[in-house]
């Protein structure tokens, strides 16, 4: 029987053991807790399989959405997941829940057709071969980023704390983003520090050698025998550099030969997913669900509130 618990019902010692076997990073309760407190859930069978619900309201309509720096949730369970079961999770959400926009994970397998269902692009690279046999697979013109980057003198540097990430991003491609504000960035800085306290990030910067300046970094999230591209930033002289080519192929380095899967998150962006294959992994498909029971006067504020966010 599957059973809804609010967040002071979830027993997470257990529910964290069943992400240890079956769940993904962004699923851990700790790391809930840090990008949506409150959290709830659907539990079945002493925490065999569960379903996180991130919740919100507006307007005093109750409504499940998809937090920041979270790319999947959905149905994680200990035994083999049947689309019928799937089916089954979807219908038990509460019906307080009016309105429904998450994603569900790369292992959500539903039956064909089946309304609400969407589908999102990601990508993934295989580590558990040599360097050599993975740098072979490097399309040609992520060879030649790369040669460009080894010939501007780079050098990796492991000194990076969260806040200089989150610094470098909101003073470049975040400066674009009206969406993204105060809030947003203090989430990702105290969830990558309460990761790193948990041995669950590491953290690299690129600077030219000699200069202190850095012009990329990322935050990696490592659980689950995948290492997870969380977060970057980028300055322009680093894209003319060529830095970010420069640090995922040292991480990919560093961590080949190891059952370790390398997670690029992403993306639906042409360009982006273009970047990503680059290095020779494969697209993986994971849905995403919606749903929306609202009245017409419901969806007109929805919609009004919608763009303004």
């Avoid at 065999?48 to 720096?69: A, D, E, H, I, R």
């Avoid at 309105?99 to 539903?110: A, T, W």
Wanted: hydrophobic letters at 40%.
């Amino acid at each position: 029987m599957i059973q809804y618990l609010q967040h002071n019902q979830i027993d997470k010692a257990k529910w964290d053991a069943t992400m240890a076997k079956c769940g993904n990073i962004y699923a851990y309760s700790w790391y809930l807790d840090v990008v949506h407190p409150d959290w709830e859930a659907l539990v079945e069978d002493d925490y065999q399989s569960v379903m996180p619900l991130t919740g919100g309201k507006k307007f005093g309509v109750q409504y499940l959405y998809q937090p920041y720096f979270v790319q999947q949730l959905g149905i994680f369970s200990k035994q083999s997941l049947s689309p019928e079961k799937m089916t089954e999770f979807l219908n038990a959400i509460p019906k307080k829940f009016r309105f429904c926009e998450i994603r569900m994970n790369e292992g959500n397998v539903f039956e064909e057709n089946i309304q609400g269902v969407d589908y999102h692009r990601n990508a993934l690279l295989d580590l558990n071969r040599s360097y050599e046999e993975i740098h072979a697979n490097y399309h040609q013109n992520t060879k030649r980023n790369l040669a460009k980057a080894e010939a501007n003198n780079l050098q990796i540097i492991n000194s990076v704390i969260p806040f200089h990430v989150v610094a470098l991003f909101r003073d470049n491609r975040g400066a674009l983003l009206d969406k993204w504000g105060d809030a947003e960035y203090k989430v990702m800085t105290r969830l990558a520090t309460v990761a790193q306290k948990r041995d669950h990030a590491f953290i690299f910067g690129v600077t030219e050698k000699g200069v202190g300046e850095l012009l990329s970094a990322a935050i990696f999230m490592k659980a689950n025998n995948r290492i997870t591209f969380l977060f970057s930033g980028l300055k322009q002289e680093g894209k003319d550099k060529q830095a970010m080519t420069y640090l995922l192929d040292y991480v990919i380095q560093k961590y080949a030969n190891q059952p370790l899967v390398f997670d690029f998150e992403g993306s639906d962006d042409d360009n982006l997913a273009r970047f990503y294959l680059g290095f020779g992994g494969e697209e993986v498909k994971y849905p995403s669900y919606t749903f929306n029971k609202l009245s017409p006067i419901g969806k007109g504020l929805l919609t009004a509130w919608k763009k303004r966010k």
